[in-house]
C-alpha cells in the first residue's frame, strides 16, 4: 500500500515537473528562465552537498568548480581562442562546435581533477582552517580568470567571454525555438528539460552514493574521523573522493550556466555565490536531498519573487529605498526567521533515534533494553526504583 503511495506521488510530480515551464511560457519567458536557474542552483547544490552534508568537509570555494565548468565551455564553443590565436584558427577554422556529449564529460573531468588538487594539500584540515583554505581557492581562481588576459588572452579578462553557442546535440540547437504543428516550445523551456534531467540523474547517482559503502564511509568521517580510521576506513582516498564527486557536478553546472546564459565573467563567480550554495544547503537541511532540494529552489527563486514585492515598495517611498538593497533585507530576514524557527533546517533528515523506534529496533528514549537473558543491569539493585544519575551526592 505505501509502496503505491509513493509510486503515486512521484507520477504526480513528474506531470507537474513536465507540465510547469509550459504553464510558465504562457506567462512569459522570465519566469521560465527563473526556473532553469533554480534548477541550475539545485544542481549545484547537491554536489556541495556531497562535501559538506556527506563527508562532512566545510567548502567556501565550491564557486571556483562552476567558473571552471563555465570557462571550459566558453573556450570550446566561443571564437574566442580562434580570434587570439591565429594557429589554432589554422587547425580549426570553423571552430570546435562540440556536442553536448563531449562537453558534458570534459566539464565533470576537469572540475573533478581541479577538486581533487584542491582536496590534496588539505586533508590534515578540519573546520575552520579548511574553510579559509577553500575560501582562498575560490578566490585565486576568480583573481586567475581576471588576469588571465596577459601575456596571452585566455580568458579575456574581465571583460569575459561573449557569443558562446548554444548546447546542440543530435540536429537539436536548444537556442532557436521548437514548434509542433504551431505549438511553439522557447529556447528557454528546451534548456528547463535539460536541466530537469541533469538534476534528476544528479539525485540519483547523490542518493545511489548516500546507500552505499562510500557514502556510509564519508558519514562515519563526519561524525569522528578518527573513529574511522581506526575503523579501517582509508580517509584519505575518501576525502579525496568526496571533493572529486562534488567538484564534478558543479563543472557541469558551470557548462550549462556558460550556454545558457551566452556570456561568462568573473563577476559571475564572486565569493557572495559561495555562500549562497553552502545556505542553500544548510538552510534546506544538511545531508538530505529533499531538503537540499527545496533550499536551492527557496534560495534561487525568492530574490526574484521579490523583485515584485520590493518594487511597490521602492515607489511608496518616492524612491528613496533601493529595490535590490530591499530585496537583499527581506532574504536576509527570511533566512535568519527560518534559522530561528527550524534550526536544524526547513527538511532535515530523521533523526537516530526517531528512524529507529519507527523500526522496533530499539526504544526512542528512556533506558537502553537489557541484553537478553538479563533481568535487570548488574549495577541495578532489584526491587529497587531506579534513579537518575547524578555528579551530587
Same mark, same amino acid.
Given at each position: ?11 504526480? @510530480? ?43 568537509? /566545510? +567548502? ?29 584558427? @589554422? ?89 509542433? +504543428? ?37 558519514? @562515519? ?20 573522493? @568526496? ?54 529552489? /527557496?534560495?534561487?527563486? /525568492? *530574490? ?45 533528515? *530523521? ?27 548488574? +549495577?541495578?539493585? *532489584? ?11
Amino acid at each position: 500500500m505505501k509502496q503505491g503511495k509513493n509510486l503515486l506521488i512521484i507520477v504526480i @510530480a513528474a506531470i507537474a515537473l513536465l507540465v510547469l515551464p509550459l504553464l510558465l511560457q504562457s506567462q512569459g519567458n522570465a519566469w521560465v528562465r527563473i526556473a532553469d536557474v533554480a534548477l541550475l542552483y539545485v544542481l549545484l547544490a547537491l554536489g556541495l552537498n556531497i562535501v559538506v552534508g556527506y563527508a562532512g568537509l /566545510l +567548502d567556501l570555494g565550491y564557486v571556483a568548480f562552476f567558473a571552471i565548468g563555465a570557462y571550459m565551455y566558453a573556450l570550446l564553443e566561443s571564437p574566442h581562442l580562434s580570434e587570439t590565436f591565429p594557429a589554432f584558427k @589554422a587547425m580549426f577554422p570553423n571552430g570546435l562546435h562540440s556536442s553536448l556529449l563531449i562537453v558534458v564529460p570534459l566539464g565533470l573531468g576537469l572540475a573533478a581533477t581541479f577538486g581533487v588538487l584542491l582536496g590534496a594539500p588539505t586533508l590534515k584540515l578540519r573546520g575552520d582552517y579548511l574553510a579559509i583554505v577553500t575560501l582562498g581557492f575560490g578566490e585565486i581562481i576568480r583573481v586567475f580568470l581576471n588576469n588571465l588576459d596577459q601575456p596571452f588572452n585566455i580568458t579575456n579578462g574581465p571583460k569575459g567571454i561573449t557569443a558562446i553557442e548554444p548546447v546542440h546535440f543530435w540536429g537539436l540547437n536548444l537556442g532557436k525555438p521548437l514548434k509542433f +504543428d504551431g505549438f511553439t516550445i522557447s529556447s528557454v523551456t528546451l534548456y528547463y528539460y535539460l536541466f530537469l534531467a541533469l538534476v534528476l540523474f544528479t539525485i540519483l547517482i547523490s542518493h545511489r552514493l548516500q546507500v552505499s559503502r562510500i557514502g556510509r564511509a564519508w558519514m @562515519a568521517i563526519r561524525e569522528d574521523e578518527i573513529a574511522a580510521k581506526a575503523m579501517g576506513i582509508n580517509t584519505r582516498n575518501m576525502k579525496l573522493l @568526496a571533493f572529486g564527486m562534488g567538484a564534478s557536478f558543479g563543472g557541469v553546472s558551470g557548462s550549462m550556466f556558460a550556454a545558457f546564459q551566452g556570456f561568462v565573467s568573473p563577476e559571475s563567480f564572486a565569493l557572495s555565490e559561495s555562500v549562497m550554495i553552502v545556505a542553500m544547503v544548510v538552510l534546506g537541511g544538511i545531508g538530505h536531498l529533499p531538503g537540499v532540494i527545496l533550499g536551492a529552489v /527557496l534560495l534561487s527563486a /525568492l *530574490p526574484e519573487v521579490l523583485r515584485y514585492v520590493a518594487g511597490p515598495l521602492q515607489a511608496m517611498t518616492g524612491g528613496r529605498l533601493d529595490a535590490s538593497i530591499l530585496r537583499q533585507l527581506f532574504v536576509a530576514l527570511a533566512m535568519i526567521i527560518i534559522m530561528l524557527v527550524r534550526p536544524r533546517g526547513l527538511w532535515p533528515s *530523521p533523526e537516530h533515534g526517531k528512524s529507529l523506534a519507527r523500526k522496533g529496533m530499539a526504544p526512542a528514549s528512556g533506558m537502553p533494553a537489557a541484553a537478553p537473558g538479563i533481568e535487570v543491569p548488574s +549495577d541495578e539493585v *532489584p526491587g529497587v526504583a531506579s534513579r537518575p544519575m547524578s555528579i551530587n551526592p
